[in-house]
């Protein structure tokens, strides 16, 4: 499955070890994935770059075995994610106005001989 999908062995096991993966042991104690993993994997894949949480992947892959048509959680969970990269966001922006004030402080009273004022005194 790793050289299928490019994946290292390392975090397949711990996608199987946290059901998101189905697999079985071989009479060699090697995993043997069933036919639809390679296809689970890709969605892992995309789902984290999402930024979706292994639980929420997790609740994700559950629903679409359980229901025919999962689409409503599939979609609310997607809106709550981007409604948590909004507020992220925000947050970033208050940080980057906070710093591109500091450097104009910074750059119009440059440092003197005694030290830099931004550091505690050593």
Do not use: K
């Not at 096991?13 to 296809?39: E, I, K, M, S």
């Not at 609310?76 to 980057?96: N, P, S, Y």
């Amino acid at each position: 499955m790793a050289a299928l999908t490019g994946e290292q062995v390392r975090t397949l096991r711990f996608w199987t070890d946290r059901g998101l993966l189905d697999a079985t042991r071989a009479d060699n104690t090697y995993r043997v994935y069933t036919p639809d993993a390679q296809h689970r994997v890709a969605f892992i894949r995309s789902a984290q770059a999402l930024g979706l949480s292994l639980g929420i992947i997790a609740r994700l892959l559950d629903l679409a075995q359980r229901e025919r048509r999962p689409c409503t959680q599939v979609i609310a969970e997607l809106d709550a994610q981007r409604e948590a990269v909004r507020q992220r966001i925000a947050a970033l922006m208050v940080v980057e106005q906070s710093l591109s004030r500091r450097l104009r402080e910074a750059q119009q009273q440059p440092c003197d001989d005694s030290g830099c004022r931004y550091l505690p005194p050593a």
